[in-house]
């Protein structure tokens, strides 16, 4: 079967089949417009970064014990580019999924997608509950903080930082400016 490229209608339309979780389709949206604010400071393609970013959790609601696993059974039987399989797998590197990121898309997948909850959780705790009047310095102060948004893995940030050859504070900056562009989608 000949790979076909999704377009952007197609992928939130099966993301949608796959999600009914409101929280997992803002994760979504904030990692896709991370993904896509990106690709435009790096000058890729910001539709394919963009369609990663959305569909990187495709499997999690209804198979989180093969997270990464099944979205790549899924997305081969829609007949995707392996590109874009691949970049939706290697986001669990290390922890649900052998695929190591390689390309730059790949890598910053893997960076911002835990730092989206951290700046997530960061924005709700301040009187705005947005991140428009969120700054780098802010997020760094809860960083530090183990206990604020346990969940969030930090060490895998922090591989992805290293990965893109980034400070970690310019990281966190640029993740508030494209979750910014999707403020309104993310109620933030």
């Known amino acids: 079967m000949q790979d076909h490229t999704p ?21 979504a949206y904030s990692v896709e417009g991370v993904m896509r604010y990106m690709s435009r400071k790096t000058g890729q393609d910001e539709e394919k970064w963009g369609i990663v970013g959305l569909m990187h959790d495709l499997d999690y609601e209804r198979f989180p014990e093969q997270h990464c696993k099944k979205a790549r059974e899924i997305l081969e039987e829609r007949a ?5 399989i691949r970049a939706v797998v ?7 999924s052998d695929v190591e990121p390689q390309s730059n898309m790949e890598k910053t ?11 997530t959780a960061a924005a709700l705790v301040r009187p705005s509950k947005s991140v428009s009047d969120l700054e780098a310095k802010s997020v760094m102060k809860k960083w530090k903080d183990k206990s604020f948004a346990a969940g969030v893995n930090r060490s895998v940030i ?10 970690l504070r310019e990281l966190i900056s640029d993740t508030i400016m494209g ?10």
């Open 109 to 119: 997948l893997y960076a911002v997608d835990e730092l989206t909850g951290l700046i």
């Open 90 to 96: 290697s986001h669990g590197w290390g922890l649900c």
């Open 158 to 167: 922090e591989k992805g930082a290293a990965m893109l050859g980034m400070e």
């Open 7 to 27: 377009t952007y209608d197609e992928a939130l339309s099966l993301f949608q089949e796959f999600n009914q979780s409101e929280s997992l389709l803002k994760h």
């Open 179 to 188: 979750m910014r562009e999707v403020a309104d989608k993310i109620g933030l």
């Open 80 to 84: 995707w580019p392996e590109e874009y």
